[in-house]
């Protein structure tokens, strides 16, 4: 079974920053490219960012030169840098990667940009 577990969302004012973190299992993380993605309710769910195996990332326009994804294959981690951050992006924030033939998401975690 494959389980991904993110962290680190919470309250954050406009202009604010925060750090949020994937835990991984299950799976040979190394060779994974991993995916954080963004959702309102009723509406579909949007990619942010992505980062293949040998760390090549790319970002949605709307987040380019303010989020920033890591990995650390160490600790089976991957991380969401997001810095300079406004009220559009308040949602919440999912992992992703595709193993073993099926898509895997986390719970999610909420991040809210409101002063």
């Known amino acids: 079974q494959v389980y991904m577990r993110e962290s680190g969302g919470g309250l954050v004012q406009p202009g604010g920053s925060l750090r949020l973190s994937c835990a991984a299992s299950?799976?040979?993380?190394?060779?994974?490219?991993l995916h954080w993605y963004r959702q309102t309710p009723g509406k579909e769910r949007e990619l942010v960012a992505t980062?293949?195996?040998?760390?090549?990332?790319n970002y949605a326009d709307v987040v380019k030169g303010r989020f920033a994804i890591s990995r650390d294959n160490a600790r089976s981690t991957v991380f969401l840098q997001m810095n300079n951050l406004e009220p559009v992006d308040t949602d919440v924030y999912y992992c992703?990667?595709?193993?073993?033939?099926?898509?895997?998401w986390g719970q999610g975690t909420q991040v809210t940009v409101s002063s």
């Open positions: 980062i293949n195996s040998g760390g090549d990332t």
């Open positions: 992703s990667t595709r193993a073993r033939g099926n898509t895997w």
């Open positions: 299950g799976i040979n993380f190394n060779i994974h490219t």
